[in-house]
């Protein structure tokens, strides 16, 4: 974690004017094209949740913005965010929290991802919920357009919170609506582009794997 020199810092000015609104959250939801990646996870027998959970992680950690906190009052950088993810036990209609370091390598995330899932008995993990974490949920029963999430009202929130809903076939293509909402006083709509972008290329690059 590195404290930022608020003197020195660009968007001060951008945090302050956001830092004045009563309400500083705002969410967008984009199309995906998810093709290669429910082919790779179909290939390798993996979860296509856990394998979007992993990509949209790396992704968002490569965007600068994304990593902006608060600590004791004063704006920091994380050195990274990590995954806290909703999960279901089968045959269950109560879903648990899931909490994880983020890591490299897409397969092994997968498979630790369902190893700590399915031992988890508790439906959070208190100890492991920090600041430092990337909110993540899916409705795969519907085709999602749009989505806000609960939250206790704290302008310092800069958690992410990133959603999305069933892929559907369109023009020959698997695409997925994903929602993320974040607060204006640290991410732009250019930062939520660039995180885009970031997904896309490592979607694609499954085809070559």
């Given at each position: ?5 608020m ?11 956001f ?6 959250f ?12 429910a ?17 949209c992680?790396q ?10 906190d608060i ?37 092994a ?13 508790a ?10 974490l ?8 519907v085709?999602?357009?749009?989505l ?23 023009d ?17 709509g250019l ?19």
């Amino acid at each position: 974690m590195t404290r930022i020199d608020m003197t020195a810092w660009p968007r001060a000015e951008v945090f302050g004017f956001f830092s004045a609104v009563s309400n500083p959250f705002y969410a967008v939801t984009f199309q995906l094209d998810v093709t290669p990646l429910a082919a790779w996870a179909k290939r390798e027998g993996c979860s296509f949740y856990y394998a979007l959970v992993h990509l949209c992680t790396q992704a968002l950690n490569q965007v600068e913005a994304f990593r902006y906190d608060i600590a004791d009052g004063q704006v920091v950088m994380l050195d990274g965010r990590d995954p806290s993810f909703t999960d279901l036990h089968k045959g269950s209609e109560q879903f648990h929290i899931v909490t994880m370091p983020r890591m490299d390598d897409l397969r092994a995330f997968c498979l630790e991802a369902r190893k700590r899932s399915e031992a988890q008995s508790a439906f959070v993990q208190a100890e492991a919920e920090t600041s430092s974490l990337i909110y993540f949920s899916c409705l795969p029963w519907v085709e999602l357009t749009s989505l806000t999430n609960e939250r206790d009202f704290d302008p310092d929130d800069a958690i992410p919170r990133i959603a999305w809903g069933r892929y559907v076939p369109r023009d020959g293509r698997l695409m997925l609506g994903m929602s993320m909402e974040v607060n204006h006083r640290f991410i732009d709509g250019l930062h939520i582009g660039r995180f885009a972008q970031a997904l896309e290329s490592a979607i694609s690059k499954l085809n070559e794997a």
